[in-house]
């Protein structure tokens, strides 16, 4: 506030005294923050500021601000307490500082190099960059590319299970594995693909399970009593954990809805049982799986396999017989009238003090 009161002093003094010009006015200030105001850009600043160091360079030179220590600065005397006699004596306050009237006076108008950021930090304005992002959902692209080698779900799980042995293999080169793939090996390398897969697509319920929490009842596994095996997959609970079913038809596993690794799933089951429709489908994949709207998933394979395209067989239908001629000829009504008695019907008369029922045919023309 001290130099916007300097500069509007000197603006009214330049009206005053039109001999005298913005030239031969000088300003001295203690503040280097207020001189790297004056020096810079206003529109750094916020807008109180901003506002300030704006009237202040348009009624002013900016390199007529120069930078003065604050013990020989006079205007500083009246904040430090001094006494008025001791202010009666001052020299300072009436002459001001010495090198004022000296003939070598030299002026000091950059006292930037002593600044921190940190110090105006608080008076920058914030610059706002609008940025435009394109996100993409994020994916697994190990499961993506491993995918994308074949649709065959079985060759699938050979491809994956030589991948193991080769870095088992290698970890352990004095027992190495050859010959024909053996069931464990399989089993390991499909529970790791599947796992790897409810993974990236059951974030939240895996995290809730682990953590001893239940599953959100927003889910769409909130209705089927989910939990992780020993094996680390998610599978569907129920009642019949004492039943003699094998263990994935008490608990099958569950595979997410409209992922390339359950339509692999569905397309191998819809081949393997002979282009089963969808019901059927279901069924057998529910041996084992059990997929996120499953019927609907079916529907689509079935949908999509061009064997059953061409091979879809049209159903036919009875040809019916001739119409009688009674049905097919023009007549007036009640020209051929038919009778046929209903009953028989047991009824009791009204007059009747005992409760003797009589049988009755009603006559229906």
């Known amino acids: ?72 600065n006079p205007a500083d005397k009246l904040t430090r307490g001094l006494s008025i006699h001791v202010l009666v004596q001052d020299d300072c306050w009436w002459h001001g500082p010495d090198w004022l009237t000296s003939q070598n006076l030299s002026f000091n108008n950059s006292a930037d190099s002593e600044i921190n950021e940190a110090d105006i930090a608080d008076e920058l304005t914030k610059n706002y960059v609008p940025v435009m992002t394109v996100t993409e959902h994020c994916r697994n692209d190990f499961i993506d ?94 009642r019949l954990k004492h039943s003699k079913l094998n263990v994935y038809s008490k608990h099958p596993i569950v595979l997410p809805t409209n992922h390339i690794l359950t339509t692999n799933i569905l397309v191998y089951y819809h081949k393997k049982y002979l282009h089963l429709g969808a019901q059927a489908l279901l069924y057998q994949v529910r041996q084992k799986f059990w997929p996120i709207n499953g019927k609907h998933n079916c529907k689509k394979v079935i949908f999509k396999c061009i064997t059953c395209a061409k091979n879809k067989p049209v159903l036919t239908s009875q040809i019916m017989g001739d ?12 020209n051929v009238t038919g009778i046929d008695f209903a009953g028989p019907f047991f009824l009791k008369f009204i007059n009747q003090r005992k409760g003797i029922l009589n049988k009755v045919y009603v006559v229906i023309y």
């Open 1 to 72: 506030m001290g130099a916007l009161v300097s500069a509007r002093l000197a603006e009214y003094l330049q009206k005053t005294f039109p001999w005298i010009t913005s030239d031969h006015i000088f300003f001295w200030s203690d503040s280097q923050i207020t001189l790297h105001w004056i020096n810079g850009d206003p529109l750094r600043w916020k807008e109180f500021v901003r506002n300030r160091v704006r009237e202040i360079q348009e009624k002013t030179n900016r390199h007529h601000w120069n930078y003065c220590r604050g013990k020989t």
């Open 145 to 238: 590319n491993l995918l994308s080698i074949t649709n065959d779900y079985t060759k699938l799980i050979r491809i994956i299970s030589y991948v193991f042995r080769f870095a088992a293999n290698c970890r352990f080169p004095e027992s190495k594995k050859s010959g024909p793939l053996k069931a464990d090996e399989r089993v390991r390398a499909e529970n790791s693909l599947i796992r790897m897969v409810q993974e990236g697509k059951f974030q939240e319920e895996i995290k809730d399970l682990k953590r001893g929490k239940g599953v959100s009842n927003k889910s769409k596994l909130s209705s089927l009593n989910v939990f992780i095996d020993e094996n680390g997959i998610l599978k569907v609970g129920g």
């Open 323 to 334: 119409l009688p001629t009674d049905r097919v000829t023009l007549n007036h009504v009640f």
